[in-house]
């Protein structure tokens, strides 16, 4: 089993950055490929950006140029650096893992961390 914990979501102004964190433990040598999820109220879960191998990266088209996944293997720790926040980016986000890129679902996720973008 692979244990997720998010930390880093408050409240920012539009324009403002934040940055998440999510620490894993567990079998964390058996996961390859993790990833942010969010959730606006009222809307489906989306990808938001994901990482694999700890090299090859993808965004979700809205969150291009602004966001930037990475991960920090000596401390078993992936990031979701947030910049240029918008409205929309407000959400639960969610760090979630899988074995491999061809895993149909992600095995593990953390709690979520909450991010609302207001003035």
């Known amino acids: 089993q692979v244990q997720l914990v998010e930390s880093g979501g408050g409240l920012v102004s539009p324009g403002g950055s934040l940055r998440l964190s999510c620490v894993a433990s567990?079998?964390?040598?058996?996961?390859?490929?993790m990833g942010w999820y969010r959730q606006a109220p009222g809307k489906q879960r989306e990808l938001v950006a994901k990482?694999?191998?700890?090299?090859?990266?993808d965004y979700a088209e809205s969150v291009k140029g602004r966001f930037s996944i990475s991960i920090n293997n000596a401390k078993d720790t992936v990031y979701l650096q947030m910049n240029s926040l918008k409205s929309e980016d407000t959400g639960v986000y969610y760090c979630?893992?899988?074995?491999?890129?061809?895993?149909?679902?992600?095995?593990?996720w953390g709690q979520g961390t909450q991010v609302t973008v207001s003035s």
């Open positions: 567990g079998r964390v040598f058996a996961i390859n490929v």
């Open positions: 979630a893992a899988k074995k491999n890129a061809d895993a149909r679902v992600y095995a593990f």
């Open positions: 990482i694999s191998g700890g090299v090859i990266t």
